[in-house]
C-alpha cells in the first residue's frame, strides 16, 4: 500500500508570496492533519481534517488555512509569507481521528 | 489542554546496550492514546509504538517497550539491544477523544558503535 505523499519536496518562495501544499493521504485513510516543524519550536499542530470537515485547528494566524476533497486529499494555503513561515511541513494520515497518524516526507518551505 | 513533556533533550547509548526514553503527558481525557515516533536524519517520520489508555498492558514491538504509568501519567520508551539505525529523534505524542495530537519536544537518540 502506497505512503503518505506530499508534493512538492521543497518549495523556495519569497515573503509576500502565498503557497499551496498538498498531500495525498494512504488508500482509505479519512484523517489527514497537518504539522509544521521548525527547529525552535518542535511539531506544532496546524489543522486536522475528517471526512472534509475541519476538526480541529491550531494556534496560527489566519493566513494558514486547509481544506480536504472527497477523496481525502488535502491541500494547505499560506497567504502573505514571512521569513518564520520557513519550515518542514508534515501531514499525516489514519484511518481515523483516534488511530496512529503516519507521515508523509514533508514539504521543505523556504521563505526568502 | 493537552502537554506532552520529554525531560532529555539528548540521550546515548552503546550498540546492543538498553536505553529508556522519559515521557510524561497531561491530558483531561478520558479515553486517550500515546505514541512514540522516531525521525531519522532527514528521514521520515515513523511511528514506533501505540498504546491505548484503556488497556493496562505495556505494549511491545519487537525491541521496543513501553512502561505506562496511568495514575502517573508516564510513558516511557524502551529500546533493548540498541542498532546504529535506532540513532534518530523520538517523538513521543498524546491525542485522542475531542483532542488533536499534541509532541514532546523530541529526545535526540545517539547510538555509539
Known amino acids: 500500500k502506497a505512503g503518505v505523499t506530499q508534493t512538492p519536496r521543497y518549495l523556495i518562495k519569497t515573503r509576500g508570496q502565498q503557497v499551496t501544499l498538498s498531500c495525498s493521504p494512504i488508500?482509505?485513510?479519512?484523517?489527514v492533519s497537518w504539522y509544521q516543524q521548525t527547529p525552535g519550536q518542535g511539531l506544532q499542530f496546524l489543522f486536522e481534517?475528517?471526512?472534509?470537515?475541519?476538526?480541529n485547528k491550531g494556534n496560527f494566524p489566519g493566513r494558514f488555512s486547509g481544506r480536504q476533497f472527497s477523496n481525502s486529499r488535502s491541500e494547505m494555503n499560506v497567504s502573505t509569507l514571512e521569513l518564520g513561515d520557513s519550515a518542514l511541513y508534515l501531514c499525516?494520515?489514519?484511518?481515523?481521528?483516534?488511530?496512529?497518524?503516519?507521515f508523509g516526507p514533508g514539504t521543505r518551505l523556504t521563505v526568502l | 489542554a493537552q502537554t506532552v513533556t520529554q525531560s532529555q533533550p539528548e540521550m546515548s547509548v552503546q550498540e546492543a546496550e538498553t536505553v529508556t526514553l522519559s515521557c510524561t503527558y497531561d491530558?483531561?481525557?478520558?479515553?486517550?492514546?500515546l505514541f512514540w515516533y522516531k525521525q531519522p536524519p532527514s528521514r521520515q517520520m515513523i511511528l514506533v509504538i501505540r498504546?491505548?489508555?484503556?488497556?493496562?498492558q505495556n505494549a511491545t514491538e519487537n525491541r521496543f517497550s513501553v512502561n505506562f504509568q496511568k495514575a502517573a501519567k508516564s510513558f516511557s520508551l524502551k529500546i533493548s539491544d540498541s542498532q546504529l539505525g535506532d540513532a534518530a529523534m523520538y517523538f513521543c505524542?498524546?491525542?485522542?477523544?475531542?483532542?488533536?495530537?499534541?509532541f514532546g519536544k523530541g529526545t535526540k537518540l545517539t547510538v555509539n558503535p
Open positions: 505524542a498524546s491525542g485522542g477523544g475531542s483532542e488533536k495530537l499534541v
Open positions: 499525516a494520515s489514519s484511518l481515523d481521528p483516534l488511530a496512529a497518524q503516519y
Open positions: 498504546q491505548e489508555a484503556y488497556k493496562q
Open positions: 488508500s482509505g485513510h479519512r484523517s
Open positions: 491530558t483531561s481525557e478520558s479515553d486517550y492514546y
Open positions: 481534517y475528517f471526512s472534509e470537515t475541519q476538526r
